[in-house]
């Protein structure tokens, strides 16, 4: 145990008092025997590294539906660039890398394929709200492996707090939560250029003479201001400045990519193949992969139903989009006949 304990002591002697350290982690709810090398915080970060949950987000959706363009972003490009972001910010804070890094790697295992309008498509078949960052801690906790990664309390509470009103207890978890924000809003902007779907005449004029013209320029705006904003300070916040720069760069995505563009001119065929891939397997759940007969069988009909829906939904969610696309087509397009 030697080595762990070094790198627990050296927590202790060289990160600030806010930070969260790894030897008062609040545990996992199945207790283990501690690694001898890597504290717990390292030890949740190579789980999601080497999770079949992890590796399929580069084929899941960022903006641009199944890009065929090698440079687009995918979800788990985002998911690095957050990573980055916030271990940035946190080294420079004094906070713990560690835990901060695990809990940007995992903040997106629970989203849908085709991104948002797959969450969309979910919300609009399930008798419950469909929540990708509630997602993302199902996968954690009870999908991945068949059993789920047993994490810490803190990384469960950094992913399922990533986005929404509620603010996460440690600082990484804040930082990972603002971070997020910032990577999509600058990469988003990129992908959006790169498309034509804007161009940089579109872009609002002050905002980027504040940011920079640059990709590079704008995010290391974004991080410096973060970074000497949250020094110190007991939360991970942005200038107010900053803030509403960024307020009314998202509010132009909105307007120009995020809604009605040319950027999502597929998604009402995605949202189509996602409900109707749903409805199949709610009609026939013993086609699913999981299914046992008399597995969720409980005496009230409508739990029943409850506990096959979730079973779906949890299946759906997984899929990237190319599995989903070529799943479609297997179950709903005719196939040309062919001689012997």
């Not at 810490?152 to 990533?162: A, D, N, S, Y």
């Not at 409805?279 to 299914?291: A, G, I, K, Q, V």
């Amino acid at each position: 145990m030697e080595i762990r304990r070094e790198t627990e002591k050296w927590e202790e002697a060289n990160l600030s008092p806010l930070a969260t350290l790894s030897v008062h982690t609040r545990g996992r709810a199945i207790e283990e025997a501690p690694c001898e090398v890597r504290t717990s915080f390292q030890r949740d970060r190579d789980r999601i590294i080497h999770s079949k949950a992890f590796r399929r987000l580069k084929h899941k959706t960022q903006v641009f539906i199944a890009p065929e363009g090698d440079h687009y972003r995918t979800r788990l490009t985002h998911t690095l660039e957050v990573s980055q972001i916030a271990r940035t910010a946190a080294r420079a804070l004094r906070l713990n890398e560690d835990l901060t890094e695990a809990i940007a790697l995992g903040h997106d295992l629970g989203h849908t394929p085709f991104g948002h309008a797959g969450e969309e498509a979910l919300n609009e078949v399930l008798s419950v709200q469909f929540k990708h960052n509630k997602q993302s801690l199902r996968v954690v906790d009870y999908l991945e492996q068949g059993k789920g990664l047993n994490l810490t309390g803190e990384v469960r509470e950094g992913i399922l707090m990533h986005t929404g009103k509620e603010i996460p207890s440690t600082l990484e978890g804040q930082l990972v939560k603002v971070s997020d924000r910032l990577a999509y809003i600058n990469h988003d902007i990129d992908d959006a250029l790169r498309s034509g779907v804007i161009s940089l005449e579109d872009l609002p004029g002050e905002e980027i003479k504040h940011l920079g013209a640059t990709s590079s320029g704008r995010v290391n705006s974004m991080v410096i201001d973060l970074i000497y904003s949250s020094r110190g300070a007991d939360r991970i916040k942005l200038s107010p400045e900053m803030q509403e720069i960024i307020e009314n760069m998202r509010r132009f995505m909105f307007q120009r990519v995020y809604v009605g563009s040319a950027a999502k001119s597929e998604e009402n065929k995605a949202k189509l193949v996602v409900k109707q891939v749903f409805r199949h397997f709610l009609e026939n759940p013993h086609l699913l992969p999981d299914f046992k007969e008399g597995k969720n069988r409980v005496t009230e009909q409508n739990q029943q139903q409850k506990d096959i829906e979730q079973l779906v939904c949890d299946y759906l969610a997984g899929m990237t989009d190319r599995y989903i696309i070529s799943l479609y087509q297997e179950l709903f397009v005719p196939r040309p006949w062919k001689d012997k």
